[in-house]
């Protein structure tokens, strides 16, 4: 075996002994707890013919798109698109990117220059992680949604400071205190950027976001990323902002520069996505969904992180316990996945419970006795 090969199978050796190692399944089970498909998008008959009424009208390729945005790959639906989606956020620009990863890669890696300052919270997600780490700014984390904390680095921020934070956290479900955060950046003279992808269709009119359920506050954000791959069923994200920020992004951005932009079919879906979103109220939908497990939960003894969320946890003290749990959920025909190091930290194993408009009251109820059972063997 060559060196590279040797190094691969040390690498891979290593996380099967700690019992992290990961692994493609396609297991299907008989309850949906673990998708990020809260409103049941994905799975909507009236959201696909939506977007085949939506294409029958459009001509364009009927397949992939050709090119860069920036090449042959544009289309004059993508841009009306962006400007509907710009209006239902309150925003003044859209920018569409291929998924919510190139999104907040493309933003940070290209906003932060040498002499800059990117702040951010402990628990961002990868992609925002990913985005600063290509950045040339000085980054600094501050403690998951401390206030005290993300003043000490904002009295160290040099030249342009970012502060980076998500609005509903993706693996523990909890929230970001937006406004007080948003203060914090005024008096700092920082520019504040909000991934909302587990806020929308959640929360908000419409399921416009966290951000725009706080009065007026999207005035205040400097950039928000939204993402279509969860409540919204389909693919892809967008970046809110300013005219400005928009064409800063199409000149500096490589993640939208130096890609096939998506076919029109993803550009429709994500369109039918939003008419859906306002034509009915999705979102006091799955507040009842998220009542009910809240209610049926109760005062049981689990270790959980206090959510209002679509996304609740379960948390156990190592690896092994947490699988140990999902796959008992699992023989029940519940499917409840344990998230393990190092997406989360060591210690902090978790099952990732994600309710949906879909699950039955049966099915919440049943999931609710098997996890207390579970936790308590
Ligand atoms: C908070 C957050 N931001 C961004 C992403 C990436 O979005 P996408 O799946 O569209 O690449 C995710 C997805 O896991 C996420 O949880």
Request: proline share 2%; charged share 20%; net charge neutral.
């Amino acid at each position: 075996m060559n060196q590279a090969e040797e190094f691969i199978k040390g690498k891979l050796q290593q996380r099967a002994d700690k019992g992290i190692l990961r692994k493609l399944s396609s297991a299907t089970f008989q309850a949906d707890f673990s998708s990020n498909d809260y409103l049941g998008f994905g799975r909507s008959a009236e959201l696909n013919a939506k977007t085949e009424q939506i294409l029958a009208l459009i001509p364009a390729h009927q397949n992939g798109s050709g090119g860069s945005r920036l090449l042959s790959g544009n289309h004059w639906f993508t841009e009306e698109t962006e400007q509907h989606i710009a209006a239902f956020h309150q925003a003044p620009a859209a920018l569409l990117f291929n998924s919510g990863y190139d999104a907040n890669l493309g933003l940070l890696s290209s906003l932060g220059q040498r002499g800059d300052t990117i702040i951010a919270d402990e628990l961002i997600h990868a992609s925002l992680i990913d985005g600063a780490r290509l950045s040339n700014a000085n980054r600094y984390t501050f403690k998951h949604n401390d206030l005290n904390s993300l003043e000490a680095k904002l009295k160290l921020a040099k030249g342009n400071s970012y502060v980076v934070t998500e609005s509903v956290f993706s693996m523990d479900g909890d929230t970001a205190p937006l406004t007080e955060i948003s203060k914090l950046c005024k008096t700092y003279q920082a520019n504040l950027i909000v991934d909302e992808a587990h806020a929308l269709g959640i929360y908000g009119k419409h399921g416009a976001g966290l951000v725009q359920q706080r009065p007026d506050l999207e005035k205040d954000i400097f950039a928000r990323v939204v993402t279509f791959g969860k409540a919204l069923g389909c693919h892809g994200a967008a970046v809110l902002g300013s005219v400005n920020l928009k064409a800063y992004l199409i000149n500096f951005a490589r993640s939208f520069i130096y890609t096939t932009a998506a076919p029109i079919h993803t550009i429709a879906n994500i369109r039918s996505a939003y008419q859906l979103l306002e034509q009915t109220d999705y979102t006091s939908l799955i507040r009842e969904k998220i009542n009910c497990y809240q209610n049926l939960i109760g005062k049981a003894a689990l270790n959980n992180i206090p959510s209002t969320s679509a996304i609740h946890t379960v948390i156990y003290p190592d690896s092994h316990t947490a699988k140990k749990a999902a796959a008992t959920l699992q023989e029940k025909g519940l499917d409840v996945r344990a998230i393990l190091s190092p997406t989360v930290a060591e210690g902090k194993e978790r099952l990732r419970i994600c309710l949906h408009t879909f699950n039955t009251e049966t099915e919440i109820q049943t999931l609710v006795k098997e996890l207390i059972k579970t936790y308590s063997a």
